[in-house]
């Protein structure tokens, strides 16, 4: 059965289409052209010609001819439009002309950069040219790395590759930094709120190192549809850029299913979960033949969904090689088998995080399934971008949980179609994250008087803190780095996490193996003692956890069940930096907060039912997170208006509510954004509630909802007076087992209040 009589076949069925809240066809597009630009060294088009390409896209043409001309360029299109070749066609034309000229890489992932290192492999060996083309990164053996930073006229890394292993070691590096022509950084898009942050403070650094070697390279810039290209991309280099999104490449019919799940309790809003509704849609596209990718926005959902599909198709033999799970966590080895798998056919069905949202050649798929919203418009298009691509009738189903953010979204589908996806959002100047890459940058090279860091008026001061710190020594008229550790190593341009833990299977007690690794984090939830770690739909349970190591050690075991750990979450106050009195002692504030989170208990969930067995204690350190936060502190009127826990009800299913609009209106992914309430907060010692920047130092969310805090309380009361539920839902303010039955109505009246307050 191929995609058209699926599609033919789902809308004549009665039961599947109740469901269905929008079916959208999106038409097939014709490729639009341009010419070859006559500056291309002309030794490149008979190899283009002899791959099929006798013509540009539209895209393709413009951002190479500006490229030429000398512009930085920023060229913003969806999956698979073909921006490869606009910056692969004018370094290898630059190299050509001037074989002493080279080029930079900068990926956001490893397998990004194999990909991309394959394709120019193919085009340099079809040239007949030796052009060199190296991939530098953590997995490179130390006997290659001196012939990279000697021969290497393309290097191929990624941004913490760069920030640890390049920068530091420029003096290795000469022949890079002295001839280096064009930088290119492509998926710029994923670069936002920390990552983003801590890449434009990697580039300053960066730019530095190339004028003190007397080169000034241009950037080549590509994202996926964002709102915001050109600003994000002035932003993460400093200076102007030339946008090209007029996209020229060709697609094929899509259709996009919205569909939401069946509700099973009327009075309690609960709808049929999310994980079973996924497992039917795949496994009816797995059972058609038809390639499918499922996006899941869990690695343990992944696991989970990735069981159940090697379940169905396991033969006598236990074989299920067909189906495949990918994500973080996976080793290097096994991801490319599974990328080279997609790519030749070989497997019908694949789970995967947002590991394969980004430009990894993985073949045209057919259809593409979304277990809940992924988070942001961006994502979810680039998620549905892999299917279907140049030709051929593909089909998304977007499959919306309970979770009050997934109701938004199927329940308003033009939300979705018609709003340009979002802005990406970062702050460069964080005096968390700027102090950092000051050090960075004083480690490679000293600052004289005057020097500038990118565009940062703060350079001064900030050096002349370092100097109090006995960091910096200030010697005629420079400052000289003086302490004894290495900076790079204490930042993670990623996370404030410095390093991963490495997961050890000690089943076979002769044989212990590594299985994966994941980041400091994202340990406590899923590595904790006796959780019950998936991989690839493998059970393990975890016997020990060692945090000083930085290793978990599991064993292999079936149980029929899965674990889910909660998370703790306290707050206390820094500094106030801005405050609006409300009247009766109200009031909404911006500052900084610590933030310490402790996972406390796991529970265990039955495989299928997903029913609870039961509960166990966790027993680990504490962490803390210094960030941007504001907040409201409820005036005397609604405090002696309601009992106590009337009002605590209330205040819960505003903070709800508000998890539903911050991120919409924020425009940033729903983990990027967190909201609690406390009934007596410590720094207020009044009941407030909270928004706070989900990262250290914060990228100016926080700050965001301060100044839009009317629109935000606005939206959330619209949400709760437009559903139809009695009590309340996990559609909108909560389920009434969390909330009570006065929290939706006390909810109304505190967002009424907070509104009309001055």
């Known amino acids: 059965m191929n995609v058209d009589q699926l599609a033919e076949s789902l809308r004549r069925d009665q039961s599947f289409m109740e469901n269905v809240v929008r079916w959208e066809e999106l038409p097939a597009r ?59 066609l004018p370094v290898l034309s630059s190299i050509l002309s001037n074989p002493d000229a080279r080029a930079l890489y900068l990926f956001p992932t490893k397998a990004l950069s194999a990909d991309q290192v394959s394709e120019l492999y193919e085009l340099i060996e079809a040239m007949g040219v030796d052009i060199k083309t190296y991939t530098y990164d953590g997995d490179t053996p130390g006997a290659a790395r001196r012939a990279v930073r000697q021969a290497g006229h ?112 009327r009075q309690l809003g609960i709808r049929k979960g999310v994980i079973p509704e996924t497992r039917a849609i795949a496994s009816m596209l797995l059972q058609c033949g038809i390639q499918t990718i499922t996006f899941a926005r869990s690695r343990l959902t992944v696991e989970v969904l990735t069981k159940y599909l090697k379940d169905l198709v396991r033969d006598p033999l236990g074989n299920a090689g067909r189906v495949r799970g990918y994500r973080g966590g996976y080793l ?50 680039q998620q549905a971008g892999r299917a279907g691509r140049r030709k051929g009738t593909s089909i998304v189903f977007f499959i919306a949980s309970s979770a009050a953010i997934d109701q938004y979204i199927v329940n308003h589908p033009d939300y979705f179609l018609r709003q340009s996806p979002e802005n990406a959002l970062l702050n460069p100047d964080n005096l968390y ?104 739909a493998q059970q393990y349970q975890v016997e020990k956890l060692d945090f000083d190591a930085c290793k978990a050690f599991i064993r292999q075991v079936d149980v029929g069940y899965y674990t889910d ?107 990027d954004v967190a909201v609690v309430y406390q009934v007596k907060c410590p720094f207020t010692d009044r009941p407030t509630i909270i928004v706070y920047d989900n990262c250290p130092g914060g990228v100016g969310l926080a700050a965001k909802a301060y100044a839009m805090q009317n629109l935000l309380l606005e939206k959330a009361l619209q949400i709760v007076s437009d559903c139809p539920c009695p009590q309340g839902c996990p559609s909108c303010a909560g389920p009434v087992g969390e909330i009570g039955t006065d929290g939706k109505a006390t909810a109304k009246v505190l967002l009424k209040e907070l509104i009309t307050c001055p």
């Not at 502190?633 to 609604?638: F, G, H, R, V």
């Not at 903070?655 to 729903?670: D, F, G, Q």
């Open 154 to 265: 393309i290097v191929v890394t990624n941004p913490d590759m760069l920030h640890s292993g390049i920068l530091p070691h420029h003096t290795k590096w000469v022949k890079l930094f002295e001839n280096l022509r064009y930088i290119v950084i492509d998926e710029i898009h994923t670069y936002r709120g920390v990552f983003g942050s801590n890449l434009a403070n990697v580039l300053r650094r960066l730019m530095r190192l190339c004028e003190f070697y007397g080169s000034h390279p241009q950037f080549i810039l590509c994202s996926a549809t964002i709102a915001n290209p050109g600003e994000l991309a002035q932003t993460l280099i400093g200076r102007p850029v030339t946008l090209i999104d007029d996209n020229g490449a060709p697609m094929g019919k899509r259709h996009f299913v919205f569909y939401n799940p069946p509700v099973v309790n």
């Open 332 to 381: 290097p080895t096994q991801r490319r088998e599974i990328e080279r798998g997609l790519r030749a056919g070989a497997i019908d069905a694949v789970v995967s995080t947002n590991a394969l949202e980004l430009g990894i050649d993985i073949g045209a798929l057919d259809a593409c399934v979304l277990c809940g919203y992924p988070g942001t418009i961006a994502s979810a298009w």
């Open 565 to 671: 750990a909660n998370l703790n979450i306290s707050l206390s106050l820094l500094d106030v930096e801005d405050t609006q009195p409300m009247g009766q002692g109200a009031e909404r504030a911006l500052g900084e907060v610590k933030v310490t989170t402790l996972v406390t208990m796991f529970k265990k969930i039955r495989f299928d039912t997903h029913e609870t067995l039961g509960f166990g204690h966790v027993r680990l350190p504490e962490t803390d997170m210094h960030t941007t936060a504001m907040w409201w502190t409820l005036p005397d009127s609604l405090c002696n208006r309601f009992e106590s826990d009337t009002l605590k009800n209330g205040m819960m299913a505003v903070a709800n509510l508000l998890r539903i609009v911050a991120p919409l209106y924020l425009m940033c992914a729903p983990q």
């Open 433 to 536: 994250i700027l102090l950092s890459h000051f050090k960075c940058s004083a480690y490679e090279l000293p600052f004289e008087d005057g020097d500038a860091f990118g565009n940062t008026a703060a350079t001064p001061e900030l050096l002349a803190y370092l100097e109090e710190e006995h960091i910096l020594r200030h010697v005629d008229g420079r400052y000289h780095w003086m302490a004894e550790d290495f900076p790079a190593s204490e930042i993670s341009l990623r996370s404030a996490a410095s390093e991963n833990f490495v997961i050890i299977d000690i089943t076979d007690p002769a044989h212990h193996r590594v299985i994966g690794e994941m980041d400091r984090y994202t340990v406590p939830m899923l590595l904790h003692e006796n959780a019950i770690y998936l991989h690839e």
């Open 30 to 88: 014709e490729a639009r052209y341009g010419d070859f630009p006559p500056e291309l060294d002309a030794r490149l088009l008979p190899v283009l010609r002899q791959r099929g390409v006798t013509r540009l896209y539209s895209h393709q043409a413009q951002s190479i001819a500006a490229t030429l001309r000398g512009e930085d360029v920023v060229v913003v299109t969806p999956t698979a439009s073909g921006k490869t070749m606009c910056y692969n």
